[in-house]
C-alpha cells in the first residue's frame, strides 16, 4: 500500500509539470519562450511519470524487461531532446523569427547581425 | 575523414551490445550472436564519428565517480530548481518573463565536456544554448535566457552554469 | 492489485497531448509547429507505457520506445532546414 502512495505522488509530481509546459506551450507570448516552456513536458514531465511507471513495473508486476524497458524510454527522451532543442532554436532564429516586442539583450544578433 | 582505430571500434561495440541486450532483454544464444553482429557493422562504421581521443577513459575510477556525482546529484537538483522556477512562470500567467540572448565564457578544454555543458544548459528549463564559438582560446556560448537578470559576461554564466561547470570539470578534465 | 490511477494519468497525458496539437495547428512558424509535435509526441509515449503496464501488454511498450527514438528525427530535419543547410 505504500507503494501505491509513491507511485500516485510521482505521478501527480509528473502531470503537474505536464500541465506548466503545455499551458506555457499555448499562453507564452513568442517562440523562444514556448520552446522554453516545452522543456519542463521533456523533463521532469517524462521524468515523474516514468518513475512511477518504473515503480510500478519493479514492485507491483515484478518484471524485469518492462523496467529496463521504461529506463531506456527515459535515457532516451533526456539524451535526445536537448540536441533537437538546439536546433530548432538556432534554425528559428536563422530563419528571421523574432519576438514581437524586441529582446533587451540580444548578443547574438549583435554579433552575427542579420 | 578521421582513420578507424581499433579501441574506438571495441568501445563503440560495447556499448552497442549493452543497447542491444537491453532492449530485447533476451539471452539465448542466437539473439545475442545476431546482436553482436549487427554491433560489430555499427562499431566499424560508427567509431570514427563517436570517440576521437583515447577510447577507455571513463575507466579511471576518480573520472567515474565525478560522471555519477554529476548525473545523480548535481544535474537532478538544477533541473528541479529550474522546472520549479518555470513552472511558477507557466502558472502565473505567462508574463513575468523578460526574454534576451547572453554570451557567456566557459572555461572548459575538451570537447566532450563542453557539449555535455551545451546539452546540460539546454536541458534545464529557462536556458537553450544556440550557438557555440571560439575566439582567441575562449570559448563563448550563446544562451537564450527566459529571465536576463545579469548583461553578459561574468555574472550571467555564474547564474546559468555556475554549479553545472564545477561537476562537469570534474569528470572531463 | 491493478490500480485505476495508471489509466487515469494515462488518459490524462493524452489529452494534455491532444490540447498542444493545437499550437501545432495554429503556430504562427514552422518552429512553434516542430516543437508541439515534438512535445506532444513525448506526451503520448508516457501515455502509451502507462497504458501498456495497466493492460499487461508488451507491445505498446515497444512502440513507444520507437516514437521516442524517432521523436528526434523530424525536430532535428525542421531544424536544420530552417538553418538552410539541409
Same mark, same amino acid.
Given at each position: 500500500?505504500?507503494?501505491?502512495?509513491?507511485?500516485?505522488?510521482?505521478?501527480?509530481?509528473?502531470?503537474?509539470?505536464?500541465?506548466?509546459?503545455?499551458?506555457?506551450?499555448?499562453?507564452?507570448?513568442?517562440?523562444?519562450?514556448?520552446?522554453?516552456?516545452?522543456?519542463?513536458?521533456?523533463?521532469?514531465?517524462?521524468?515523474?511519470?516514468?518513475?512511477?511507471?518504473?515503480?510500478?513495473?519493479?514492485?507491483?508486476?515484478?518484471?524485469?524487461?518492462?523496467?529496463?524497458?521504461?529506463?531506456?524510454?527515459?535515457?532516451?527522451?533526456?539524451?535526445?531532446?536537448?540536441?533537437?532543442?538546439?536546433?530548432?532554436?538556432?534554425?528559428?532564429?536563422?530563419?528571421?523569427?523574432?519576438?514581437?516586442?524586441?529582446?533587451?539583450?540580444?548578443?547574438?544578433?549583435?554579433?552575427?547581425?542579420? | 575523414?578521421?582513420?578507424?582505430?581499433?579501441?574506438?571500434?571495441?568501445?563503440?561495440?560495447?556499448?552497442?551490445?549493452?543497447?542491444?541486450?537491453?532492449? $530485447?532483454?533476451?539471452?539465448?544464444?542466437?539473439?545475442?550472436?545476431?546482436?553482436?553482429?549487427?554491433?560489430?557493422?555499427?562499431?566499424?562504421?560508427?567509431?570514427?564519428? =563517436?570517440?576521437?581521443?583515447?577510447?577507455?577513459?571513463?575507466?579511471?575510477?576518480?573520472?567515474?565517480?565525478?560522471?555519477?556525482?554529476?548525473?545523480?546529484?548535481?544535474?537532478?537538483?538544477?533541473?528541479?530548481?529550474?522546472?520549479?522556477?518555470?513552472?511558477?512562470?507557466?502558472?502565473?500567467?505567462?508574463?513575468?518573463?523578460?526574454?534576451?540572448?547572453?554570451?557567456?565564457?566557459?572555461?572548459?578544454?575538451?570537447?566532450?565536456?563542453?557539449? =555535455?555543458?551545451?546539452?546540460?544548459?539546454?536541458?534545464?528549463?529557462?536556458?537553450?544554448? =544556440?550557438?557555440? $564559438?571560439?575566439?582567441?582560446?575562449?570559448?563563448?556560448?550563446?544562451?537564450?535566457?527566459?529571465?536576463?537578470?545579469?548583461?553578459?559576461?561574468?555574472?550571467?554564466?555564474?547564474?546559468?552554469?555556475?554549479?553545472?561547470?564545477?561537476?562537469?570539470?570534474?569528470?572531463?578534465? | %492489485?491493478? %490500480?485505476?490511477?495508471?489509466?487515469?494519468?494515462?488518459?490524462?497525458?493524452?489529452?494534455?497531448?491532444?490540447?498542444?496539437? @493545437? &499550437?501545432?495547428?495554429?503556430?504562427?512558424?514552422?518552429?512553434? &509547429?516542430?516543437?508541439?509535435?515534438?512535445?506532444?509526441?513525448?506526451?503520448?509515449?508516457?501515455? %502509451?507505457?502507462?497504458?501498456?503496464? @495497466?493492460?499487461?501488454?508488451?507491445? @505498446?511498450?515497444?512502440?513507444?520506445?520507437?516514437?521516442? %527514438?524517432?521523436?528526434?528525427?523530424?525536430?532535428?530535419?525542421?531544424? &536544420?532546414?530552417?538553418?538552410?543547410?539541409?
Amino acid at each position: 500500500m505504500a507503494i501505491r502512495i509513491v507511485i500516485d505522488i510521482l505521478m501527480v509530481v509528473g502531470l503537474v509539470f505536464c500541465l506548466a509546459g503545455v499551458k506555457g506551450l499555448i499562453k507564452m507570448p513568442d517562440t523562444f519562450s514556448r520552446m522554453q516552456a516545452s522543456t519542463c513536458i521533456s523533463t521532469l514531465g517524462a521524468i515523474g511519470v516514468l518513475l512511477g511507471g518504473l515503480l510500478y513495473a519493479i514492485f507491483v508486476m515484478g518484471s524485469a524487461s518492462t523496467a529496463v524497458k521504461i529506463v531506456v524510454i527515459a535515457l532516451m527522451i533526456i539524451v535526445t531532446n536537448p540536441i533537437g532543442a538546439h536546433s530548432i532554436a538556432k534554425g528559428a532564429y536563422k530563419a528571421g523569427v523574432r519576438p514581437e516586442k524586441p529582446m533587451e539583450v540580444d548578443d547574438y544578433g549583435r554579433d552575427f547581425n542579420d | 575523414m578521421p582513420k578507424t582505430k581499433i579501441p574506438a571500434v571495441i568501445a563503440t561495440f560495447i556499448l552497442c551490445m549493452a543497447f542491444w541486450v537491453l532492449i $530485447t532483454w533476451n539471452f539465448s544464444s542466437q539473439e545475442l550472436l545476431a546482436g553482436a553482429v549487427v554491433s560489430l557493422a555499427a562499431a566499424l562504421f560508427s567509431a570514427r564519428f =563517436m570517440i576521437h581521443g583515447k577510447a577507455f577513459w571513463l575507466l579511471n575510477p576518480a573520472k567515474l565517480f565525478g560522471l555519477i556525482y554529476y548525473v545523480l546529484i548535481v544535474f537532478p537538483v538544477e533541473l528541479v530548481k529550474a522546472n520549479v522556477d518555470m513552472a511558477k512562470r507557466c502558472f502565473g500567467g505567462c508574463k513575468n518573463i523578460n526574454p534576451g540572448i547572453v554570451k557567456v565564457p566557459v572555461d572548459l578544454q575538451s570537447e566532450y565536456g563542453q557539449a =555535455m555543458l551545451a546539452n546540460s544548459i539546454t536541458l534545464t528549463p529557462g536556458t537553450i544554448t =544556440m550557438e557555440v $564559438t571560439e575566439e582567441d582560446d575562449q570559448t563563448y556560448y550563446y544562451v537564450h535566457w527566459i529571465d536576463v537578470s545579469a548583461p553578459s559576461g561574468k555574472e550571467a554564466g555564474d547564474a546559468i552554469k555556475g554549479a553545472l561547470e564545477k561537476g562537469v570539470r570534474r569528470v572531463f578534465e | %492489485m491493478i %490500480m485505476q490511477e495508471l489509466l487515469i494519468c494515462g488518459v490524462a497525458l493524452a489529452m494534455l497531448g491532444i490540447i498542444t496539437l @493545437y &499550437r501545432c495547428a495554429k503556430g504562427p512558424s514552422a518552429a512553434d &509547429r516542430a516543437v508541439a509535435a515534438d512535445s506532444a509526441d513525448i506526451l503520448i509515449s508516457c501515455a %502509451m507505457v502507462l497504458f501498456s503496464l @495497466y493492460s499487461g501488454r508488451g507491445v @505498446y511498450l515497444d512502440i513507444a520506445i520507437i516514437s521516442a %527514438m524517432l521523436g528526434i528525427l523530424d525536430t532535428m530535419l525542421v531544424g &536544420r532546414y530552417l538553418e538552410g543547410r539541409l
